[in-house]
Nanobody, 126 residues
């Protein structure tokens, strides 16, 4: 079992930055691929970024490439999402996710997710 708790959301002006954190707990949480998804009002939850268990592989949605950076610190069981050059269309609830199996290298689809955090609101004003 893996528990995930996000923090770091808030209100920011367009062009600003935020850093989200996801604290993971559980006996083997550092063995899982991790990722971030987001869900805007009236829209489906969508993939944002993912990182492999050792940080060696990364993947981003086209909409955030060059602006967002995912990283992890396995010693602290924490995953981060650094968000720069934020746009109003980045406004959403951001969810931390862990893969449903340790054999999954990256999580880019909801079906690959085994554990979710409770979500943190990010609002970007224009």
């Amino acid at each position: 079992q893996v528990q995930l708790v996000e923090s770091g959301g808030g209100l920011v002006q367009a062009g600003g930055s935020l850093r989200l954190s996801c604290a993971a707990s559980g006996r083997t949480s550092s063995s899982y691929a991790m990722g971030w998804f987001r869900q805007a009002p009236g829209k489906e939850r969508e993939f944002v970024a993912s990182i492999s268990w050792n940080g060696g592989r990364l993947q981003y949605a086209d909409s955030v490439k060059g602006r967002f950076t995912i990283s992890r610190d396995n010693a602290k069981n924490t995953v981060f999402l650094q968000m720069n050059s934020l746009k109003p269309e980045d406004t959403a609830v951001y969810y931390c996710a862990a893969s449903r199996s340790t054999i999954i290298v990256l999580i880019t689809m909801i079906i690959e997710v085994g554990y979710w955090g409770q979500g943190t609101q990010v609002t970007v004003s224009s």
